[in-house]
């Protein structure tokens, strides 16, 4: 039962005080017909200013009435011997079983000896989700390699920013597994398995800026994520070849072919520096600061990589990338080709095949010829703890005869095909030097 009996010494006022002593006290005076549950939405708001009716059923419990018309529950209670108000929520979008549910609570947390009214100020001051990030920022700048942090901020931007205002205490666990559940619908496991990961790094990050809350990452399931095992099939190599020698633009033409021919990761050949190739010695060097390990890869140039290499050099003398994006583009080395792989693609009859198992097909074309896992791992750049100390004592030879002897197997079942490659150059084509 709610009682719109106001209690004024409850409040800190003397019984005979009709008026407002503090601010929180009622404005207009008490009621005095008693109400019930069922009629609550029948209490009449005041003139003007406030009213409060208790809840006789749970003490502390009340509801407020303005001249505006809301109705809003609070819990009132003496806390350290100061009168204060916690507001519960509006009705009768909070219903007055929850409201006392929540009044309870409340009354537990004080019986305590706790304060919530200075738990939710505590709550206020905790980071947003951008400080979070700002400070993950500054220290993933030192610990992390330069394309990590491109493919975090890609991932905050696209999926995070949103949330940016929020403050990392409000975001809950159930807001966490919509938003991956929806990235795994809408964007790919993978990818809602990235986002997840890098989330939880921003709430344990964000403990060195003084966030004192849970991880509502902790205890999601992941995604089952399934290794991609595509790659160029025997019989798929030569319609591969022919479809690729008929694009009419050689950059993008020669940047798949490196893929395929040098077994590395295609963010790496797009921007690929004419001052780390070695046109001499047949070898093109990673540094550590592209590489997705961290360290430094030299890549053996087989036959075929090395001609393309060096008919691009030929063409094109000037300029800093070996595969130049479109004149004043931001990055200023090819961007991502999509369109193109997309013609090419369907030119060949190739259906599932992306550009990064181009990748995967060098590697199973050495394993295919016999070529050990280790060497396999060095040709591709992998990092792997448990052989890192015999990667360590390898050196470019078994590396080039392997990246070899696939070329050479790819080219037999390629045919004449292969040749048209390095049949044109750029200038003959009339080529643009575009992204797609």
Known sequence: ??????????????????????????????????????????????????????????PGLCVCLTAAGTKTFYY???????????????FPSVPIETARAAAKG??????????????????????????????????????????SIKEDKALYESFLEHWKGRRLAKITRGEVQTLHTRIGSDNGKVRANRVLALLSSLFNHARDIGFTGGNPCTGIRRFKEVARDRYLLPTEIQPFFKALAAETNA???DVFAACLLTGQRSGNVKSMRWADVNLEAATWRI???????????????????????????AADDNGPWVFPGRSGSKAG???????????????????????????????????????SLHVIGKALGHRNQATTAIYAQLDTSPVRQSLTAAEAALLTAAGDSAKLLTGATEEEEGGDNVDA
């Open 287 to 313: 540094p550590p600061d592209d590489a997705k390990a961290g360290e430094a890869i030299v890549c053996p140039l087989t036959p075929l990589a090395l001609e393309i290499l060096r008919q691009r050099k």
């Open 106 to 147: 409340l009354a537990g947390e004080v019986a305590k000896g706790r304060d919530p009214m200075e738990e939710k100020r505590a709550a206020r001051q905790q980071p947003t989700l951008a400080e979070a990030w700002e400070s993950f920022l500054t220290w993933g700048t030192e610990h992390k390699r330069p394309g």
């Open 1 to 58: 039962m709610l009682s719109n009996r106001l209690r004024p010494t409850d409040l800190g006022a003397k019984p005979t005080d009709r008026g407002p002593s503090n601010d929180l006290e009622d404005e207009t005076g008490a009621a005095t017909n008693p109400i019930h549950r069922r009629n609550l939405e029948a209490l009449e708001p005041p003139a003007a200013g406030r009213r409060y009716v208790y809840d006789e059923r749970q």
């Open 333 to 371: 080395h090819i961007a991502e080709p999509k369109e193109a792989w997309k013609r090419i693609c369907k030119r060949a009859g190739l259906e599932g095949l992306r550009i990064h198992d181009l990748r995967r097909s060098s590697g199973s074309w050495q394993a295919a010829l016999g070529a």
């Open 76 to 90: 009132y209670a003496k806390v350290n011997g100061r009168p204060q108000r916690n507001r519960i929520g509006p």
């Open 251 to 253: 950059t993008t033409r």
